[in-house]
């Protein structure tokens, strides 16, 4: 299933599927169309609204059964808005929101937030810039607080702007030029749909207009834009009325607007009459990549709901039509989707496929436009239009489940149509669409003569890198922003008005677990959470890739993908179609210790979906037609995945710290093909089986309704008498530690990890080590980040984990940097590592990590997905249930000694590994400085089959 907004919807890089060799027409299912429109009642968000004097509009929802609150405030101001000479502006004033303001001295919102058990982030799109927290209740006075004062008295200094700049530079790098994908969807598919309209400039901008930004635009462009009357705040959660209305007009009513209109744009996109034909080229391109698109419209037009639909017929699962035509039977792309782009002011649709190697963009291309052709020459089919619906009103379902994600879509359908009621219409409107809808938006707007077509190729010598386009024209001129006035400083200490203390705290409920088992050995939990008509199992084994065959790693995983590829009943277009008839949601994966099969669906079909589960647990086909396809998208998959220097550095460190053993095998190129279909029925045999199962029910059931439906499954499931496999073999020792560098060359960023063997879940130092994690790279406010990206803007973002498992663990921390920074890098992240076992770290530095930890767990016990998943977790490392209501008494009880010896023992930095993916050329001098014993591998002879790397 798609995840969407029904009314929003970017355009989305990588979905890699199957593929292999030939053309071939389409072939209709052949199963019944059994489910009915779906029933499920989707809730109605049901805020309260008011418009304070000074224009800011206000909604709120009060839920009291939970522990949290979300606060959201969403500006009127995005990308487009960004002044000419400026793209990128709008972004690049989101991470500068974060710093200070008169009475918040700087990097203090993570101290309000994250420091207290809750989180803080922001985002921006074409439309808008908005930023969000989810606390604990007890904290949203300040919240308020600080939100009302980075309104009105942002406080912006030279250092902090450069800082951000260079932050922002590495998201660039990171997001658009080390993704093989990033520049077509980013930057090349904007510029090429829109030729008049500032949506037609990438959001993140350029390197080049980033660097043209003065600390004078920042300070006019907050003035411009950042007003009461350009904002609206989303308050859910649990609060008492009377008392948030009285602290929002205690903190936002006295905000003034200036007396500076808003700059108006007046442009209009003119109409593509004329097809037309693009070609870019960009480094590591490992697959080439064909997208058509046309313009549509924006976000209030009444055909949003048609096109919805049609773009859910076309795209949304493997029973869709473009996987269906492309992936499943003409065996010609990796991956075929589609996007519906629906903004304020215009709108997009667009239908890409990454081919196959051997399968030409023409061809691609062809495929495409035949399944657009087919909208608009012949209705589709009532059991499509049905299947579409009920995914969508699923996807509304699932969207709307906890605080933030209710705020998300009514801040979406503000932004978008100006109209609160537009998110409860939207699934009205679904419902009303007839196929007679859908063939007339399919000729209406999806026509031959208005169609855009960009082919996506690797660059060459002959070809070189597209260059991104600058300096576009925009309506906005730096000299309409407001004047600058005096900026704002932080007040000194004693002239600040006081941050708001926090109130009493509140308590999440830790629902009690149902725990039994059914005759045949499976052991059944149940971990109920009625806050909405969703529920989700989870069939858990003791297995994983740790159990795959010598010599054929990837079995495990390949056996979960093959279980939704057919049984013995149906077919795999016959499974995906039920799928999607239902508005649920099978799947399948398997991690190194645990071999997951998981459904979720609403309540109402739940049942049915059940059903459907068992029989691709039990029953699978494991046919050789099938697993060609899946090889071979698998192995499509692993050249996207070696194109990028974050992927490269992942792989290359989990051999390096687990040599041969079970641990350390890799799927590669020579595993994939060795495989059989034999492989995977012996492993389904050996470890898929019910004395080894945890089915795992949460969400809106009951443990007798839960009882019931794990007996109908599974309860007459028998064993094979093959015993249980012993444990994989992993030797405790790990080699000598190594310093590698792979030279990946026109990367557009370095990836640097450090690593070392870790602990397994169940070692006494897990909570010591991680607890010690969370302060050295497991939040944003952490040592690492603060290091790495706060004070030096040398990324993105720096984050390290424990990694535990059941026999081992595998510690790393990573981060990408621009190339000719990637030594530098290197020096930090050991030199912080080293200091967790160095010295004791103070109380007062601990005492808010504890509190990220114990508010992340108490988030994820509000959701159905996180409830089920914690459970599972104790039930699959065999630790007692009743650690779920423990788990914050045993974070409070660690001591900052305890983390110290912790880290000396198990983490000593003599033992880590160093990887660095990137283009050498840049870097290497100044690491073979450092480190003389480095080994320096050309990513084309990179063997990840051999322990040795080569």
Known sequence: ??????????????????????????????????????????????????????????????????????????????????????????????????????????????????????????????????????????????????????????????????????????????????????????????????????????????????????????????????????????????????????????????????????????????????????????????????????????????????????????????????????????????????????????????????????????????????????????????????????????????????????????????????????ADNAVANIQKVTAADIQRVARQYLTPQSQITMRYLASTDEHPTTPQSVNMESPVKVADLAPMGTPSVTKPEGQRTPIPQAGAEVSPATPAIADFRLDNGVRVLVAQNNQLPLVSARLTFKAGSAYDPQGKAGVASMTANMLTQGTKRLGAPEIATQIEQLGANIGAGAGRDQFNVFASSPANVFGQTMDLLSEIVRQPAFSA????????????????????????????????????????????????????????????????????????????????QARELAQKAFGDWRSTTVPPAAAPNIPASQQAPRVVVVNLPGAGQAAVSISSRSITRTDDDYFPLALGNTLLGGSYSSRLNNEIRVKRGLSYGARSGVGAMAYSGLFTASTQTKNESADEVVDLLLEEIGKMSQSVAPEAELAPRRAIMIGGFGRSIESVSGLGSLVAELAAYDLPLSELAVYADRVKAVTPEEIQAAFADKLPTDRANVVVVGDASMFIDDLKAKYPNVEIIDASDLNLDSANLR
Request: hydrophobic share 40%.
């Open 1 to 422: 299933m798609k995840t969407r907004h029904l009314f929003c919807t970017a355009v989305s890089a990588l979905a890699l599927c199957v593929a292999a060799p030939a053309l071939a027409a389409p072939v209709a299912t052949t199963v019944a169309v059994t489910q009915a429109p779906s029933t499920v009642t989707v809730p109605p968000l049901g805020y309260q609204q008011r418009t304070l004097a000074n224009g800011m509009q206000v909604y709120t929802r009060n839920d009291p059964t939970s522990a949290n609150v979300a606060v959201q405030v969403w500006y009127r101001v995005g990308g487009k808005d960004d002044p000419s000479g400026r793209s990128g502006f709008a972004h690049l004033f989101e991470h500068l929101m974060f710093k200070a303001t008169e009475n918040v001295p700087n990097e203090t919102f993570d101290r309000l937030t994250e420091d207290v058990g809750g989180y803080n982030n922001a985002f921006t799109a074409e439309d808008v810039t908005a930023y969000h927290e989810m606390v604990p209740a007890n904290h949203l006075e300040r919240i308020l607080f600080a939100e009302a004062d980075r309104m009105g008295t942002l406080v912006v200094d030279e250092a902090n702007f450069v800082s951000e700049r260079d932050v922002v530079k590495e998201e660039y790098r990171q997001s658009v030029l080390s993704n093989p994908y990033g520049r077509l969807f980013a930057l090349f598919a904007p510029a090429t749909f829109f030729k008049e309209h500032p949506y037609r400039r990438g959001v993140i901008g350029s390197i080049e207009e980033l660097e043209s930004a003065s600390l004078e635009d920042v300070l006019r462009f907050h003035r411009t834009y950042y007003r009461p009357d350009n904002a609206f705040l989303i308050v859910d959660g649990n609060f008492d009325d009377a008392q948030l209305n009285r602290w929002v007009d205690q903190y936002f009513g006295p905000l003034k607007n200036p007396t500076t209109a808003i700059p108006v744009r007046t442009v209009t996109e003119a109409k593509v009459t004329t097809p037309e034909d693009h070609t870019f080229y960009a480094p590591n391109v490992p697959l080439e990549t064909v997208l058509i698109g046309w313009h549509t419209v924006p976000a209030n037009h009444p055909d949003v709901a048609a096109l919805s639909v049609l773009d859910g017929i076309l795209s949304t699962g493997e029973s869709s039509r473009l996987h269906r035509a492309l992936v499943y039977e003409a065996q010609a792309a990796n991956s075929a989707s589609s996007s519906p782009d629906f903004m304020k002011e215009a709108g997009t649709l667009s239908a890409y496929a990454m081919m196959s190697p051997g399968h030409t963009l023409d061809e691609g291309k062809a495929l495409l436009e035949r399944e657009i052709a087919r909208l608009r020459d012949q209705p589709v089919t009532d059991a499509e239009l049905i299947e579409a619906k009920n995914e969508l009103i699923a996807s509304a379902l699932s969207e709307r489940e906890g605080a933030q994600g209710r705020a998300d879509v009514l801040g979406w359908a503000l932004i978008k149509t100006g109209n609160a009621a537009t």
């Open 625 to 704: 037609e099938e697993l060609e396809r899946q090889r071979t998208q698998t192995l499509d998959g692993l050249k996207v995945a070696l194109s990028q220097p974050g992927s490269l550095a992942s792989m290359a460190t989990t051999r390096l710290n687990f040599g041969d053993s079970a641990y350390g095998n890799l799927t590669t190129e020579r595993t994939v093909t060795a495989m059989t279909t034999d492989d995977l029925a012996a492993y389904h045999a050996n470890y898929i089986r019910p004395d080894q199962a945890i089915l795992t029910f949460s969400g809106d059931i009951t443990p007798a």
